[in-house]
């Protein structure tokens, strides 16, 4: 797999980071102790918080990427041009309960800088855990967004990365 790096200036060019999270989805992937786990996300953000270029996620507490993400510290965040069946395939299938849901979805497993992402994918910015806070009822101002969101309590949390690195994945 080729890469080329995205100079931080540029990725607003190439992620819209509003739509191009939430229409299009994105891979968060996590690997501890050799192994690698996945899940869909159309929540989150890009920008600039304590002088570091950041990535914003959420991650529901019974993710099993979670886990993943907890124990080494990092993540990826993986954007592609299209592949929403795949998307939607790892999205609604737990690592936990398909241990081999990424072979299953037909997406190919690389990795650049040593982190997990997919041959498919398009931009993959690489993240390092800078904070982590798990969202509570009585912090929505509005009441009626924490009941919409998460009518089921599993309130998510925020995870603020810095972003390490970015590449364009080419073919």
Not at 155 to 169: D, F, G, N, Q
């Amino acid at each position: 797999m080729k890469t080329s790096r995205i100079e931080f200036n540029e990725l607003s060019k190439i992620i819209d980071p509003v739509a191009g999270m939430r229409e299009n989805w994105y891979l968060v992937t996590a690997e501890h102790d050799g192994t690698v786990n996945t899940l869909t996300a159309g929540w989150g953000a890009l920008g600039n918080v304590w002088e570091k270029k950041i990535a914003i996620v959420y991650i529901r507490p019974q993710r099993h990427t979670k886990k993943y993400m907890d124990a080494s510290g990092r993540f990826t965040m993986t954007f592609f041009d299209g592949r929403q069946q795949e998307m939607g395939f790892l999205g609604s299938n737990s690592g936990a309960d398909v241990p081999d849901k990424i072979e299953k979805s037909g997406l190919h497993l690389a990795h650049v800088d040593g982190q997990p992402t997919f041959e498919e994918g398009s931009v993959v910015l690489n993240c390092r855990i800078l904070y982590s806070q798990e969202q509570k009822a009585e912090n929505f101002v509005d009441p009626k967004l924490a009941a919409a969101c998460f009518p089921d309590k599993d309130y998510s949390v925020m995870y603020v990365a810095e972003i390490e690195a970015a590449y364009r994945i080419e073919e």
